[in-house]
């Protein structure tokens, strides 16, 4: 698994972004995956993650009914779409993969990490 996080920017308040967390190693993944977000100053932050097969999603209260995790398999890809953007969503995003179909916040559960992307939101 080697995961590629990209899609993130700069977009003002009440705006959308969409990540994208791809394993660019073209091999069959039953690996949960993860999103976390890290502020300057704070600690990692759990986001969401999505189950193996798609069945099973979970969210931060802080991004419940504005965020939605996904994956397409075809595409080794699982993605992000981020709604309502506040100031507060600012941080690095990463995506990573856990060793088993299913995960939960914890970032121990997590087994292999791929690089940030900034999202900024401007008030």
């Known amino acids: 698994v080697q995961l590629q996080a990209s899609g993130g920017g700069l977009v003002q308040a009440g705006g959308s972004l969409r990540l994208s967390c791809t394993n660019s190693r073209r091999t069959s993944s039953n690996n949960a995956v993860g999103w976390f977000r890290q502020a300057p100053g704070k600690e990692r932050e759990f986001v969401a993650s999505v189950s193996w097969r798609g069945d099973s999603e979970n969210y931060a209260d802080s991004v419940k009914g504005r965020f939605t995790i996904s994956r397409d398999s075809a595409k080794n890809t699982v993605y992000l779409q981020m709604n309502s953007l506040n100031p507060e969503d600012t941080a690095v995003y990463s995506c990573?993969?856990?060793?088993?179909?299913?995960?939960?916040?914890?970032?121990?559960?997590?087994?292999?990490w791929g690089q940030g992307t900034q999202v900024t939101v401007s008030s």
């Open positions: 990573a993969a856990a060793l088993g179909p299913y995960a939960g916040s914890s970032p121990g559960s997590y087994r292999y």
